[in-house]
């Protein structure tokens, strides 16, 4: 059964580093859009990082260029994001989504999240 699942979240000091995983099964991660998303308690979900199943493009949102990697892992299904550098207001539930379209059936799988926690 499809199922994305997150891990590697956890509490660290303000400069320090996480590094999130998501392991997919049942589907192929080079085949969809991968996606990092964040959400703070009250706040929507907001984009962090994403890579496209064709020709691996990546795109940061502005507030984490410079500090946070993502990469896909073909070998292990799974997709990553370091994230170094961390501040206070990185402090979220960190989402794994990935998404294809094709033949006009969408797919749009999300994971259960991972806390981060950046305090001092």
């Known amino acids: 059964q499809v199922q994305v699942v997150e891990s590697g979240g956890g509490s660290v000091q303000p400069g320090g580093s996480l590094r999130l995983s998501c392991a997919a099964s049942?589907?192929?991660?080079?085949?969809?859009?991968m996606s990092w998303y964040r959400q703070a308690p009250g706040k929507e979900r907001e984009l962090v990082a994403g890579?496209?199943?064709?020709?691996?493009?990546?795109n940061y949102a502005d507030f984490v260029k410079g500090r946070f990697t993502i990469s896909r892992d073909n070998a292990k299904n799974t997709v990553y994001l370091q994230m170094n550098s961390l501040k206070p207001e990185d402090t979220a539930v960190y989402y794994c989504?990935?998404?294809?379209?094709?033949?006009?059936?969408?797919?749009?799988?999300w994971g259960q999240g991972t806390q981060v926690t950046v305090s001092s």
């Open positions: 989504n990935a998404v294809a379209r094709r033949w006009g059936d969408e797919y749009d799988y």
């Open positions: 049942g589907f192929t991660v080079s085949r969809y859009a």
């Open positions: 890579i496209t199943s064709a020709g691996g493009r990546i």
